[in-house]
C-alpha cells in the first residue's frame, strides 16, 4: 500500500496559462475525490469520481476546471486560464474501507 | 446542508500541559466525523475517526475525541501534548450514504510551547 501521490508537488504559472495536475490512488481504491485549500482555510470539496464516472461536481469548479479519471485509476485535474485566485493546494484522496478518505501530499499551485 | 466549526483558530499551550480542541457540526442526517492533522506544507494525516459504536475513539499517539451527539460535538484531547504535536487539526464531517464527501471546518493551529 503505497499511498496515494500526486504530481507535481508545487507549480508556478503565469496568469492566463494552462496546468494540469495528476493523481494516482491507492490501488484498487475506487472512489477518488478532488478538494481545494487556500491559505488559512480547511479544504473544500470540488468533485469526486467513482471508478471512471465523475458523481458529483461542487459550484467551486468553474468551467475553466475539468477532472478526468479515464480508465478509473489515475486522474488528472486541469484548470484553464488560470488566475491569481486560482492559487491554492489541491488535495487529492481516495475512498478506503470503512468509509475513510485518505490524503496525497497535495500540489500548490501559485499564479503569478 | 452540513457545516462544520472550529471555535479556536490558535491554542497554544505549554508542552506536558492538557489541550481540548473544538469541534462542533451541523447535519440533519447521521453522520461519520474524523480529525485529520496537517504539518507545514503537506496534506492531511487521518487521527481518528468516529464511524459507529463507541462514542469515545482514540488515536495511537495520545489523542482521543468523544462524540457528542445531543451537543452535535466531536472535541479532540489530548491529556500531555510534546512539541512534536504542533501542527494544523481539522475537523471533518461526511453524512452517511451521500457519497462520502467531507466537509472541513477552518482548522485549529496547535502551538506547543517548550
Known amino acids: 500500500d503505497t499511498g496515494v501521490s500526486q504530481d507535481p508537488r508545487h507549480k508556478i504559472t503565469k496568469r492566463g496559462q494552462n496546468v494540469t495536475f495528476r493523481c494516482d490512488p491507492i490501488s484498487e481504491h475506487n472512489r477518488l475525490y478532488w478538494y481545494r485549500q487556500t491559505l488559512g482555510q480547511g479544504p473544500e470539496f470540488l468533485t469526486y469520481?467513482?471508478?471512471?464516472?465523475?458523481?458529483?461536481k461542487s459550484r467551486l469548479l468553474s468551467d475553466r476546471f475539468s477532472a478526468e479519471r479515464p480508465k478509473g485509476s489515475f486522474s488528472t485535474l486541469e484548470i484553464q486560464r488560470t488566475e491569481q485566485g486560482d492559487s491554492a493546494m489541491y488535495l487529492c484522496a481516495s475512498l478506503g474501507s470503512p468509509d475513510t478518505q485518505y490524503f496525497g501530499p497535495g500540489t500548490r499551485l501559485t499564479v503569478l | 446542508a452540513q457545516s462544520v466549526t472550529q471555535l479556536d483558530s490558535q491554542v497554544p499551550v505549554f508542552e506536558e500541559a492538557p489541550v481540548e480542541l473544538r469541534c462542533n457540526y451541523s447535519?440533519?442526517?447521521?453522520?461519520?466525523l474524523f480529525w485529520y492533522v496537517q504539518y507545514p506544507n503537506q496534506g492531511l494525516q487521518l487521527l481518528l475517526k468516529?464511524?459507529?459504536?463507541?462514542?469515545l475513539v482514540e488515536s495511537i499517539n495520545g489523542f482521543e475525541a468523544e462524540f457528542n451527539k445531543s451537543q452535535t460535538s466531536f472535541h479532540l484531547r489530548k491529556p500531555s501534548v510534546h512539541i512534536s504535536d504542533t501542527a494544523e487539526y481539522f475537523c471533518?464531517?461526511?453524512?452517511?450514504?451521500?457519497?462520502?464527501?467531507?466537509?472541513f471546518g477552518g482548522g485549529t493551529r496547535l502551538m506547543v510551547k517548550p
Open positions: 469520481f467513482q471508478n471512471e464516472a465523475q458523481l458529483e
Open positions: 447535519s440533519s442526517v447521521s453522520v461519520y
Open positions: 471533518a464531517v461526511s453524512e452517511n450514504n451521500a457519497g462520502n464527501m467531507l466537509t
Open positions: 468516529y464511524l459507529s459504536g463507541s462514542t
